[in-house]
T-cell receptor, first 113, second 112 residues
Framework: EAGVAQSPRYKIIEKRQSVAFWCNPISGHATLYWYQQILGQGPKLLIQFQNNGVVDDSQLPKDRFSAERLKGVDSTLKIQPAKLEDSAVYLC???????????FGPGTRLTVL | GNSVTQMEGPVTLSEEAFLTINCTYTATGYPSLFWYVQYPGEGLQLLLKATKADDKGSNKGFEATYRKETTSFHLEKGSVQVSDSAVYFCALSDFGNEKLTFGTGTRLTIIP
């Protein structure tokens, strides 16, 4: 069974630029999560989708971050404009539903210069 | 709110040594507790979990017991191997909702 796919794996941008990350969850998984993992910290949930609807985006900095999950499958997370403090690994995870185990992708490491 | 406090690292041990990584938590209600592992270059993987007090989770020789009285979920392994070198995260989720709160992670290095 294929795992959660993410791309790109690495991205370097300058501050005030825009960036987008892509996530393809495990087939059949209704719930999708985006986490931010800053160096030396544990992952922090940014947004949770159930199919194509948002369940929880309370930790998403909505002035610069946006996410969508069109058709309830793939998802993109965008940052516009990026700040230095956005440098982190962005993890995508999926689960059958919100009560089941989450499976994580390898992450996208973002460096903002 | 919920929080997880993890033993600070990094931790370096010799092969076949005994491992303990401490984890304590603060939560309302009855959380489930987890240990995740992140091997170099890979995503987080669930290592073990426990869903109620006194439950013991175990996998790959690792164990952790859900201690409600001490609000702890310490990870242990009797004899570590070089292949156990990774970052270990303790986490909890609220009852009825798998939203995860993670600790800061402990980097473990095993030397031959």
């Amino acid at each position: 069974e294929a795992g959660v796919a993410q791309s790109p794996r690495y991205k370097i941008i300058e501050k005030r630029q825009s960036v987008a990350f892509w996530c393809n969850p495990i087939s059949g998984h209704a719930t999708l999560y985006w986490y931010q993992q800053i160096l030396g910290q544990g992952p922090k949930l940014l947004i949770q989708f159930q199919n194509n609807g948002v369940v929880d985006d309370s930790q998403l900095p909505k002035d610069r971050f946006s996410a969508e999950r069109l058709k309830g499958v793939d998802s993109t997370l965008k940052i516009q404009p990026a700040k230095l403090e956005d440098s982190a690994v962005y993890l995508c995870a999926s689960s059958l539903d919100q009560y089941n185990e989450q499976f994580f992708g390898p992450g996208t490491r973002l460096t903002v210069l | 709110g919920n929080s997880v406090t993890q033993m600070e690292g990094p931790v370096t041990l010799s092969e076949e040594a005994f491992l303990t990584i401490n984890c304590t938590y603060t939560a309302t209600g009855y959380p489930s507790l987890f240990w995740y592992v992140q091997y170099p270059g890979e995503g987080l993987q669930l290592l073990l979990k426990a869903t109620k007090a006194d439950d013991k989770g175990s996998n790959k020789g690792f164990e952790a017991t859900y201690r409600k009285e001490t609000t702890s979920f310490h990870l242990e392994k009797g004899s570590v191997q070089v292949s156990d070198s990774a970052v270990y995260f303790c986490a909890l989720s609220d009852f009825g909702n798998e939203k995860l709160t993670f600790g800061t992670g402990t980097r473990l290095t095993i030397i031959p």
